[in-house]
Nanobody, 123 residues
Framework: QVQLVESGGGLVQSGGSLRLSCAASGRTVSGYTMGWFRQPPGKEREFVSGISWSGSSAYFADSVRGRFTMSRDAVKNTVYLQMNTLKSDDTGVYYC????????????????WGQGTQVTVSS
């Protein structure tokens, strides 16, 4: 079993930045793909970004590419989502997730989920 805990959400003005963290505990997450998803108000959950736990490259949804970066700290068992140039459309609950599958980008491919952290971007 893997436990994921997100932190770092909050209220920010349009154009601002936030960094989300996701701390993993329990079973080792070595070899897992880690991902970030978000659920805007009244909409379905959508993929934001993913990264191989042992890799150095991340992949992103078109809507955030160039503004968001994702990284991981294997020693701390933590992944991060740096969000820059935030827009009102980025508002939502952000979830961290872990997958057994490589390059997973669908919520159905993820096996463990955090509880989510709220990000609100004011215009």
């Amino acid at each position: 079993q893997v436990q994921l805990v997100e932190s770092g959400g909050g209220l920010v003005q349009s154009g601002g930045s936030l960094r989300l963290s996701c701390a993993a505990s329990g079973r080792t997450v070595s070899g897992y793909t880690m991902g970030w998803f978000r659920q805007p108000p009244g909409k379905e959950r959508e993929f934001v970004s993913g990264i191989s736990w042992s890799g150095s490259s991340a992949y992103f949804a078109d809507s955030v590419r160039g503004r968001f970066t994702m990284s991981r700290d294997a020693v701390k068992n933590t992944v991060y989502l740096q969000m820059n140039t935030l827009k009102s459309d980025d508002t939502g609950v952000y979830y961290c997730a872990a997958s057994f599958r490589r390059a997973a980008a669908s919520s159905k491919e993820y096996d463990y989920w955090g509880q989510g952290t709220q990000v609100t971007v004011s215009s």
